[in-house]
């Protein structure tokens, strides 16, 4: 799919500086209400989930000419993580008062409002929700705040496994067997999911110490020796080239060879933080939310502050791996 027929139009390679005035906004009347907390592009279908702390999930259908509103579901509580299945059939939204809600398109009207099947998944918020098959069958994950695992076969309202973790969930992600969760405190467990209620292997992550990208700094122009640095809000890898995107709360977005440890693109501001991205299923569309992300706390969450979502379309070479790079 591509954003006005411009999947083959040729980009720049001779400059690291991007251009976004051919990315599409959704119309401000569709958008979120509050903050946007995750989005998620569906693996199957050219359709785009957004959460929001307004408790809405919203449903977008993305096409050459951007994305409309399709449907929407209201959680219990602020909605914290989205996941889709791997058929991108159903949808799972994990919110702030521990409740999983799960929608089946394949039931639902053509569009418009649609009901949750929701069931008490934790005691505290569930931040990651993701599906995985094993033994033929569909089974989700929740991560919450609770310090714990659950694994539910949607048969019924008990899951069917609970993992311990040592901290709270804080990210969460699934490849073929494998479930590797992030904590508190820097803690990564890894899961075999043939024996999912049990931890394969603990480490303490250590990116405290050293890094390999400088991103999101800009010098102070009152202290020439001190830079400003912004928090990093969102990572997105690029489904085909195997690339990443990188968000912060200064507004601005990067794509980034790992490989090579070079950045191909960054892109000036958007006018907002950015809190949430994502790829299309094709890598031919860079989806990123604008909102507020208390970087300044209170004070600066105000009524002016703009909620945008908006579709950058990949053009030519933004987010191939430099010629040469060996992949690890």
């Given at each position: 799919m591509a954003l006005f027929g411009q999947a083959a139009a040729?980009?720049?390679?001779?400059?690291t500086t991007g251009d976004t005035s051919k990315d599409v906004e959704v119309p401000a009347g569709q958008v979120p209400s509050d903050s946007i907390s995750d989005l998620q592009f569906s693996p199957t279908n050219d359709f785009l989930a957004v959460g929001s702390w307004d408790k809405k999930v919203y449903i977008y259908e993305v096409g050459n000419n951007g994305a409309v509103g399709k449907w929407m579901f209201e959680c219990q509580g602020h909605?914290?993580?989205?996941?889709?299945?791997k058929d991108g059939t159903r949808i799972a939204a994990g919110d702030s008062t521990g409740m999983l809600n799960i929608v089946d398109f394949r039931t639902a009207p053509a569009s418009g409002t649609v009901p949750a099947q929701q069931a008490k998944a934790h005691e505290s918020?569930?931040?990651c929700v993701r599906w995985f098959q094993t033994g033929g069958k569909d089974y989700v994950a929740t991560g919450s705040w609770d310090k714990t695992v659950k694994f539910w076969d949607l048969q019924g309202a008990e899951p069917v496994g609970t993992l311990q973790c040592q901290e709270r969930v804080y990210s969460m992600d699934v490849k073929d067997q494998l479930l590797v969760i992030a904590t508190a405190e820097r803690h990564i467990h890894m899961v075999n999911l043939t024996n999912p209620t049990t931890i394969y292997k603990t480490i303490t992550s250590p990116l405290n110490l050293n890094f390999s990208f400088k991103c999101h700094r800009q010098p102070d122009p009152t202290a020439r020796e001190t830079a400003k640095v912004y928090s990093v809000n969102a990572i997105s890898f690029h489904p085909q080239?195997?690339?990443?995107?990188?968000a912060g709360s200064d507004g601005t977005f990067h794509f980034w060879d790992k490989d090579a440890k070079h950045r191909l693109k960054g892109y000036p501001e958007v006018g907002g933080s950015i809190v949430a991205t994502g790829f299309s299923k094709d890598g031919n569309i860079f989806a990123y939310a604008v909102s507020y992300d208390w970087s300044k706390g209170y004070g600066g969450n105000t009524a002016q502050y703009p909620i945008k979502i908006k579709l950058h379309p990949i053009l030519g070479?933004?987010?191939k791996p430099r010629p040469g790079s060996k992949k690890r």
């Amino acid at each position: 799919m591509a954003l006005f027929g411009q999947a083959a139009a040729p980009a720049s390679t001779s400059s690291t500086t991007g251009d976004t005035s051919k990315d599409v906004e959704v119309p401000a009347g569709q958008v979120p209400s509050d903050s946007i907390s995750d989005l998620q592009f569906s693996p199957t279908n050219d359709f785009l989930a957004v959460g929001s702390w307004d408790k809405k999930v919203y449903i977008y259908e993305v096409g050459n000419n951007g994305a409309v509103g399709k449907w929407m579901f209201e959680c219990q509580g602020h909605v914290l993580g989205l996941g889709w299945s791997k058929d991108g059939t159903r949808i799972a939204a994990g919110d702030s008062t521990g409740m999983l809600n799960i929608v089946d398109f394949r039931t639902a009207p053509a569009s418009g409002t649609v009901p949750a099947q929701q069931a008490k998944a934790h005691e505290s918020g569930i931040k990651c929700v993701r599906w995985f098959q094993t033994g033929g069958k569909d089974y989700v994950a929740t991560g919450s705040w609770d310090k714990t695992v659950k694994f539910w076969d949607l048969q019924g309202a008990e899951p069917v496994g609970t993992l311990q973790c040592q901290e709270r969930v804080y990210s969460m992600d699934v490849k073929d067997q494998l479930l590797v969760i992030a904590t508190a405190e820097r803690h990564i467990h890894m899961v075999n999911l043939t024996n999912p209620t049990t931890i394969y292997k603990t480490i303490t992550s250590p990116l405290n110490l050293n890094f390999s990208f400088k991103c999101h700094r800009q010098p102070d122009p009152t202290a020439r020796e001190t830079a400003k640095v912004y928090s990093v809000n969102a990572i997105s890898f690029h489904p085909q080239h195997g690339t990443f995107s990188t968000a912060g709360s200064d507004g601005t977005f990067h794509f980034w060879d790992k490989d090579a440890k070079h950045r191909l693109k960054g892109y000036p501001e958007v006018g907002g933080s950015i809190v949430a991205t994502g790829f299309s299923k094709d890598g031919n569309i860079f989806a990123y939310a604008v909102s507020y992300d208390w970087s300044k706390g209170y004070g600066g969450n105000t009524a002016q502050y703009p909620i945008k979502i908006k579709l950058h379309p990949i053009l030519g070479e933004e987010c191939k791996p430099r010629p040469g790079s060996k992949k690890r």
